[in-house]
Nanobody, 129 residues
């Protein structure tokens, strides 16, 4: 069972930066496929749906960005593939949300939360004007 634990959220002013981290454990390989080969960051405001921010193919490190924060975020992982990062710059009040780390075996549309089997508990980001 994959476990994801996010950290790094907090309160910043407009234009500030934060780096979110997600510890990934419990990854298994079966028939050459990882159960967490596709990893992502989503965000959600109260009462809203989860919105994909960025995805990463864990085997190669190739990133995919959605339009939600494109140009202001960078998704990456450490060399051991056990920590996923989201560097966020130029933050705006509308970026205030709970940010979630997600992982799954299937590759696909980075905007689709149904693609992911495993989710962390989230880390709160608040941006003040």
């Amino acid at each position: 069972q994959v476990q994801l634990v996010e950290s790094g959220g907090g309160s910043v002013q407009t234009g500030g930066s934060l780096r979110l981290s997600c510890s990934v454990s419990g990854v298994t390989i079966s028939a050459g496929f990882s159960n967490a080969g596709f990893r992502a960051w989503f965000r959600q405001i109260p009462g809203g749906r989860r919105e994909g921010v960025a995805c990463l193919y864990s085997a190669t490190g190739r990133p995919v960005y959605t339009d939600s924060m494109k140009g202001r975020v960078t998704i990456s992982q450490d060399d051991s593939k056990s920590t996923l990062y989201l560097q966020m710059n130029g933050l705006k009040p509308e970026d205030t949300a709970m940010y979630y780390c997600a992982a799954g075996q299937l590759f696909g549309d980075c905007r689709s939360d149904t693609l992911f089997d495993y989710w962390g508990q989230g880390t709160q980001v608040a941006v003040s004007s």
